[in-house]
């Protein structure tokens, strides 16, 4: 299932350069994708996680770092079930980029930017080392998410064009690259800094680049919502992976 998605993504060229750091795509169950260049490993698998139900969360997947710069992201069994591909492909987009700013991150020395003459990607050259290292003590999901709604959301939407076509306007592509990235996760343990809550602080700014965007791309919270339900409830079968699929 991993490698039909991967399969489809790797023939657009942004995408290829959001995975070139790294060295090695592990697939489940075996067999690699192979990027360009880079140090770290990335690593594809499966696992148990909200999709409904009792809850009105839907995960189609996570990322979960090493300790170093490889990560491995695990996709929701339920939502390689039920998801359409497309919002499966958006899945993939998002997580690989939070592998792409463990390995961002990771790999920089304080103060310093990684050489971006060396990986000449459009998010190295996009984000300062500081920012990142300092959002990310704070909370990974908010810093990632704050980083793409501010500079990777058109390359997200052009990634999703590049091998979708015409089969989505650009609203869709829109709203389907914007899923999640208003979730600043969970408050970590000590958000309280001096009687102010540092946490809600955040949520709130990332909350309003989301609704600029919103906005921006003239989308309305019941059109988006109504979208959302159609690619991750009310799934037409021609729209799933194929029950085949490897």
């Given at each position: ?123 190295m050259n996009i984000v300062s080392f500081e920012a990142a290292a ?27 064009k590049d091998i979708n076509g015409s089969n989505y306007t650009d609203k869709q592509y829109q709203m ?71």
């Amino acid at each position: 299932m991993v490698k039909l998605i991967l399969n489809r993504l790797k023939n657009s060229s942004t995408f290829g350069k959001l995975i070139q750091p790294f060295q090695k795509v592990q697939l489940p169950g075996g067999g690699t994708l192979n990027s360009l260049q880079g140090l770290p490993d990335l690593y594809f698998g499966f696992s148990t996680q909200t999709y409904g139900g009792t809850s009105s969360s839907y995960m189609l997947g996570s990322t979960l770092g090493d300790g170093g710069r490889s990560s491995k992201i695990e996709f929701n069994i339920s939502a390689m079930n039920n998801s359409s591909q497309l919002f499966l492909q958006m899945a993939t987009i998002h997580e690989v980029g939070h592998a792409y700013s463990t390995f961002y991150v990771k790999s920089g020395v304080y103060g310093n930017p990684v050489d971006t003459t060396k990986y000449s990607t459009w998010a190295m050259n996009i984000v300062s080392f500081e920012a990142a290292a300092s959002s990310q003590s704070v909370n990974g999901n908010y810093s990632d998410h704050s980083l793409f709604l501010e500079n990777y959301v058109d390359n997200f939407i052009k990634i999703l064009k590049d091998i979708n076509g015409s089969n989505y306007t650009d609203k869709q592509y829109q709203m389907a690259a914007l899923y999640g990235l208003n979730n600043a996760g969970t408050p970590p343990p000590n958000s309280i800094f001096n009687g102010i809550n540092v946490y809600n602080i955040y949520k709130g700014i990332l909350e309003k680049f989301y609704n600029n965007l919103l906005t921006k791309y003239g989308i309305t919270t019941a059109e988006r919502d109504a979208f959302y339900l159609d690619n991750l409830v009310n799934v037409p079968a021609s729209k799933k992976l194929p029950t085949n699929c490897p």
